[in-house]
């Protein structure tokens, strides 16, 4: 008797020290997804999202995403249910981000204490809809994210319906490696300091609003194998000073208009005066793409890297007073890094109603170190100064004359 309860005992021990196996199986999809049958599950991660609690989620509106969703758990399968709401008569919404059905998105992130995910692998599960799979728009970019500490750097791995196909609507299981998995441009020192995880959905033009369930969410981080970041060799300015005066076609035709699906061009020439660039705007509403809000980019390159932890820029420019009085059009002013300063952008907004008494008047406005005391955005990669011009709805079209932007480094 005593043997047989010290093998029961001895076998419940072993029993109790047996990881949990998951008895489904998933298909196997793009890289960073893998079909496992059977596989023995990690007991505990450095980090587990919690999914029953939708008040976690923040939805993201910045860069085309919208609050066309409705976020609910299923406590039954321990998931997050995300619902679109959008439908067929978006297309006819009086409000541009909703008409945009291309391009427009559903963002949502939960965030974790600041981590070191270089040697991070990540698994989740999700149950994406056969409606979907079928129709095969809507797209998935899951992402690790920087927060404030590390610039916002986005890390993005796309999976397309067909990369869900084999699941037959059922839930699949996804694994993505940090370091080798992220799409775009993956780097370690992108994946530094990452505070949010973030599911997007791209709509592309999908009309299916079935309920996407997600569960599972977890991250570990492989400490041991993170190897420490080296710092950033300095940048030696290779001038202190330019001066880009747009009084004559070379130097005009330096500055580049960038479009996409969230800025559009405009209209460039020298002025009859040969005075300056005349910015003419094509944001009316019979000139635009549906849905697109009309945002004007455009950047002066400077032709290498710079650091700009103390700088000064001044943009003349001589405004309307058309725009003045109708009170829509905001300007930014703006520096960019490169490729290899992964584009991080620091902007600062200048309202029309602060320099109302210069309507139709030549006036310049500077940007400097000063604008960023609150952001700390990396600026030692500078490649780009820029101006935004964005018409929140303007219904003008009157040219804007850009004389002249100069800088000054230390």
């Given at each position: 008797?005593?043997?047989?309860?010290?093998?029961?005992?001895?076998?419940l021990?072993?029993?109790?020290?047996?990881?949990?196996?998951?008895?489904?199986?998933?298909?196997?999809?793009?890289?960073?997804?893998?079909?496992?049958?059977?596989?023995?599950?990690?007991?505990?991660?450095?980090?587990?999202?919690?999914?029953?609690?939708?008040?976690?989620?923040?939805?993201?509106?910045?860069?085309?995403?919208?609050?066309?969703?409705?976020?609910?758990?299923?406590?039954?399968s321990?998931?997050?249910?995300?619902?679109?709401?959008?439908?067929?008569?978006?297309?006819?919404?009086?409000?541009?981000?909703i008409?945009?059905?291309?391009?427009?998105?559903?963002?949502?992130?939960q965030?974790?204490?600041?981590?070191?995910?270089?040697?991070?692998?990540?698994?989740?599960?999700?149950?994406?809809?056969?409606?979907?799979?079928?129709?095969?728009?809507?797209?998935?970019?899951?992402?690790?994210?920087?927060?404030a500490?590390?610039?916002?750097?986005?890390?993005?791995?796309?999976?397309?319906?067909?990369?869900?196909?084999?699941?037959?609507?059922?839930?699949?299981?996804?694994?993505?490696?940090a370091?080798?998995?992220?799409?775009?441009?993956?780097?370690?020192?992108?994946?530094?300091?990452?505070?949010?995880?973030?599911?997007?959905?791209?709509?592309?033009?999908?009309?299916?609003?079935?309920?996407?369930?997600?569960?599972?969410?977890?991250?570990?981080?492989?400490?041991?194998?993170?190897?420490?970041?080296?710092?950033?060799?300095?940048?030696?300015?290779?001038?202190?000073?330019?001066?880009?005066?747009?009084?004559?076609?070379?130097?005009?035709?330096?500055?580049?208009?960038?479009?996409?699906?969230?800025?559009?061009?405009?209209?460039?020439?020298?002025?009859?005066?040969?005075?300056?660039?005349?910015?003419?705007?094509?944001?009316?509403?019979n000139?635009?793409p549906?849905?697109?809000?009309?945002?004007?980019?455009?950047?002066?390159?400077?032709?290498?890297?710079?650091?700009?932890?103390?700088?000064?820029?001044?943009?003349?420019?001589?405004?309307?007073?058309?725009?003045?009085?109708?009170?829509?059009?905001?300007?930014?002013?703006?520096?960019?890094?490169?490729?290899?300063?992964?584009?991080?952008?620091?902007?600062?907004?200048?309202?029309?109603?602060s320099?109302?008494?210069?309507?139709?008047?030549?006036?310049?406005?500077?940007?400097?170190?000063?604008?960023?005391?609150?952001?700390?955005?990396?600026?030692?990669?500078?490649?780009?100064?820029?101006?935004?011009?964005?018409?929140?709805?303007?219904?003008?079209?009157?040219?804007?004359?850009?004389?002249?932007?100069?800088?000054?480094?230390?």
């Amino acid at each position: 008797m005593k043997t047989w309860a010290c093998t029961l005992i001895a076998c419940l021990l072993v029993a109790l020290a047996t990881p949990a196996v998951r008895a489904a199986d998933t298909a196997k999809g793009s890289a960073g997804s893998i079909a496992v049958r059977g596989e023995v599950r990690k007991v505990s991660h450095d980090f587990q999202l919690n999914m029953l609690d939708p008040a976690l989620w923040t939805v993201d509106t910045v860069h085309l995403g919208t609050r066309q969703l409705q976020i609910d758990a299923d406590r039954d399968s321990e998931a997050t249910v995300i619902r679109p709401t959008w439908s067929v008569s978006d297309l006819a919404s009086p409000e541009a981000d909703i008409r945009n059905v291309e391009h427009s998105r559903l963002h949502i992130y939960q965030t974790i204490k600041a981590s070191d995910c270089t040697q991070a692998d990540v698994e989740f599960e999700i149950l994406i809809p056969m409606e979907y799979i079928r129709e095969g728009k809507l797209r998935l970019v899951f992402s690790l994210q920087a927060g404030a500490k590390g610039d916002y750097l986005f890390n993005g791995k796309t999976f397309r319906m067909s990369d869900f196909s084999g699941a037959n609507g059922q839930y699949q299981r996804v694994r993505v490696k940090a370091g080798e998995d992220f799409t775009d441009a993956p780097s370690p020192k992108k994946l530094r300091a990452i505070e949010r995880v973030n599911f997007i959905f791209h709509r592309n033009g999908s009309m299916v609003a079935a309920p996407i369930r997600i569960r599972r969410v977890t991250i570990d981080l492989n400490s041991d194998r993170i190897v420490p970041p080296q710092p950033d060799a300095k940048v030696i300015n290779p001038r202190s000073q330019y001066a880009f005066r747009y009084d004559t076609e070379p130097v005009i035709a330096g500055v580049v208009a960038r479009t996409s699906d969230e800025t559009m061009d405009i209209g460039r020439r020298l002025d009859d005066a040969s005075s300056g660039l005349l910015l003419t705007p094509m944001w009316l509403k019979n000139q635009m793409p549906a849905g697109h809000s009309g945002k004007v980019s455009l950047v002066q390159p400077l032709g290498s890297m710079h650091d700009f932890e103390r700088f000064q820029i001044k943009y003349t420019l001589n405004i309307p007073r058309a725009y003045f009085n109708e009170g829509k059009l905001d300007l930014y002013l703006f520096i960019q890094a490169g490729a290899e300063g992964f584009h991080r952008w620091s902007g600062s907004q200048r309202r029309l109603s602060s320099f109302v008494a210069n309507a139709d008047r030549d006036v310049v406005l500077t940007l400097t170190e000063r604008d960023f005391a609150q952001q700390g955005k990396q600026r030692n990669q500078i490649e780009f100064v820029g101006l935004q011009l964005i018409p929140n709805g303007s219904a003008l079209n009157q040219p804007l004359l850009l004389k002249s932007i100069e800088v000054q480094l230390p």
